[in-house]
């Protein structure tokens, strides 16, 4: 696996997310990685390398934190509706968060770049080292988790109120990274 630094973390995270979009990365403190994963939900924690984050609300304002935050009322609870996919899956479904409804036909020249696509989201998720545990709320995953996730069904446990929410949660034994998009409509 290839060594990433702050320069390809950025360049990948800006290819991959833009507005309305959530990437957000922090220490992983709790042998349960949950409370940690909703302490980078909510901003309460920093990157602990001080790479940069994608968080910014649809209609491009900053990301709000607090209850009126798309993740405001988001329990550690709440995880129990994810469900673990391996490595393969969950840079799949970093692809997909570029289509407004989470799908790989929906994103313009999918074809000619998906090779393109696929690789950005390796690097992101190749920070968080071989050992790293991964997980979703896309419900296809539920029942297969080495499903294809480029061409899965479009069913989400949501984590907010949006029309849909769709992500992926990065585990590591250090840190904890959070990549979500929102559908709003």
């Known amino acids: 696996m290839t060594q990433i630094d702050a320069t390809s973390w950025n ?5 991959l997310f833009g507005e309305g979009m959530f990437a957000a990365v922090g220490e992983r403190r709790h042998d349960d990685w949950r409370p940690d994963a909703l302490d980078v939900m909510q901003l309460r924690t920093a990157d602990p390398r001080g ?11 900053d990301y709000a934190t607090g209850p ?4 405001g009322a988001v329990t550690p609870e709440d995880f129990r509706r994810t469900f673990s996919v391996p490595r393969r ?21 999918f074809d000619a770049r998906e090779a393109e696509l696929t690789s950005t989201a390796r ?4 920070r968080f080292g071989e050992d790293a545990l991964f997980f979703t709320n896309a419900a296809t995953a539920r029942e297969n988790p080495h499903t294809d996730m480029f061409r899965r069904e479009g069913a989400y446990e949501g984590f907010t109120s949006h029309a849909m929410d769709c992500g992926v949660i990065a585990v590591s034994a250090k840190e904890v990274g959070i990549f979500w998009g929102f559908t709003i409509d």
């Open 123 to 126: 690097t992101i998720l190749g």
């Open 68 to 71: 009126d935050s798309p993740f």
């Open 51 to 61: 790479w940069s984050k994608a968080a910014t609300a649809p209609g491009g304002a």
């Open 11 to 15: 360049r990948s995270l800006s290819a």
């Open 89 to 109: 899956s969950a840079a799949h479904i970093l692809v997909t968060l570029q289509d407004e409804w989470f799908q790989a036909e929906g994103i313009p020249d």
